[in-house]
């Protein structure tokens, strides 16, 4: 009973403490839908010319990295547990995430590489610049897609999470009317 | 337990709007011309890339000046589209001159398209110079005209004034600096990319419910039920 007691009076404190620490989940809907509005405009280089084509682009590798970070348990954990279960939901979304990873580090490296607003003006073979332009065009369509598959396996996530944290002031308006 | 109830009919809600989404968005993109599947421009970036003095970054596709340059992208959408159609005659002058080759497609040779431009005012060896300069022809302009996508009266007026200024070579290196340079005319691809974010997305979930039926079917075969 007094521990009862003890646990009711507890939940309320850790609410109280919890409204100033940092809502990592929160942190991750507003940090995703970043990334998914900065990739969709930073696709079209002749949307947003070529200055803000690769400034973006860095902006969004910053995210990206800071994706990983916020996720990072997750891929330790499903790292070591692999190679345990073969059919499973979070398997697919494991080599995804990998191949997505693998492409838009390439497609990063490559973008710095034949970057031309950024000032870096690294002297490359004109022949291999070319190459570079062409697999940095193809890698990002692949990006796309990727990225579709990876929004899509995680619908769920983002419509329980974007509704409660976008969303989440149209009940409350509701209930004050 | 309403909470329970609740939670399957809000993930219902939210796929029929996912889908009334994409459907609605697919139409106006499909009306504009933006619709593509991943597959197709990705094809169309290595065909562009693909030329020895052709290859550009989009933003380095200015020899052909002002509004042409968006009738040249999308022209080479749309020679990409209707490349299986186009058949090339080569007669015996056309060997002689591989300019006038007669380029038969189901609706316009290029040779009453070229003389369509003549007559419509266009310089036209300045228009075929500009656009071999970046490693395509007058065939993708003509591709765009037989797709329906304009007309060539519209493509005229469009490049009429473009052609009494030569392209020089230093437009072409010509590229905005500042960062807040957006074309909004090309909008619709941007809306394009977001489509085929959620159409993926509906097409995974009505996906999903077959495989995983699968998935669960291997695993009982796998693992049989003991009593």
């Known amino acids: 009973m007094a521990a009862q007691l003890l646990t009711r009076k507890a939940v309320p404190q850790a609410r109280a403490t919890s409204k100033f620490r940092l809502n990592k989940t929160r942190l991750n809907v507003y940090l995703d839908l970043l990334l998914t509005g900065v990739f969709i405009v930073e696709m079209e280089e002749h949307f947003t010319g070529l200055a803000l084509h690769e400034v973006l682009g860095l902006l969004f590798a910053v995210a990206f990295v800071l994706h990983i970070v916020l996720h990072w348990d997750w891929i330790v954990s499903l790292t070591r547990n692999f190679f345990k279960k073969l059919l499973h939901e979070s398997r697919v979304n494991y080599v995804l995430n990998v191949a997505l990873f693998l492409d838009m580090i390439f497609v990063t490296i490559s973008g710095i590489l034949i970057s031309r607003t950024l000032g870096l003006s690294l002297s490359l073979d004109q022949e291999f610049q070319r190459t570079l332009q062409t697999l940095h065009m193809v890698g990002s369509e692949l990006v796309l897609i990727i990225v579709a598959l990876h929004v899509a396996l995680h619908w769920k996530w983002i419509v329980t999470n974007g509704s409660k944290y976008l969303f989440g002031w149209i009940p409350k308006l509701r209930r004050s009317t | 337990m309403a909470r329970a109830e609740k939670r399957p009919r809000r993930s219902l809600r939210g796929f029929l709007i996912l889908v009334a989404l994409v459907v609605i968005s697919g139409a106006i993109l499909w009306s504009q011309g933006d619709l593509i599947s991943p597959v197709q421009s990705t094809a169309m970036v290595i065909s562009m890339s693909s030329g020895e003095d052709g290859f550009a970054m989009i933003s380095d596709r200015s020899a052909l000046p002002g ?137 995974v979930i009505v996906i999903a419910r077959p495989a995983g039926w699968v998935v669960n079917r291997m695993k009982r075969v796998q693992r049989p039920v003991t009593p």
């Open chain 2, 67 to 203: 509004s042409a340059e968006t009738v040249a992208e999308t022209a080479a959408d749309a020679h990409a589209e209707v490349s299986t159609e186009t058949s090339v005659e080569t007669s015996s002058t056309a060997a002689e001159q591989p300019e006038a080759a007669a380029v038969t497609t189901g609706t316009m040779t290029l040779e009453t398209f070229t003389a369509e431009l003549a007559t419509a005012g266009v310089d036209v060896e300045a228009v075929s110079a500009s656009m071999s300069a970046e490693g395509r022809s007058l065939e993708n302009l003509l591709a765009v005209v037989n797709s329906g996508r304009t007309t060539v009266a519209d493509l005229a007026a469009r490049l009429s004034g473009d052609s009494a200024q030569p392209p020089s070579e230093t437009e072409s290196e010509t590229e905005s600096t500042s960062l807040l340079d957006f074309r909004w005319e090309e909008l619709g691809s941007v809306a394009y990319n977001l489509w085929v974010i959620l159409a993926a997305t509906a097409a």
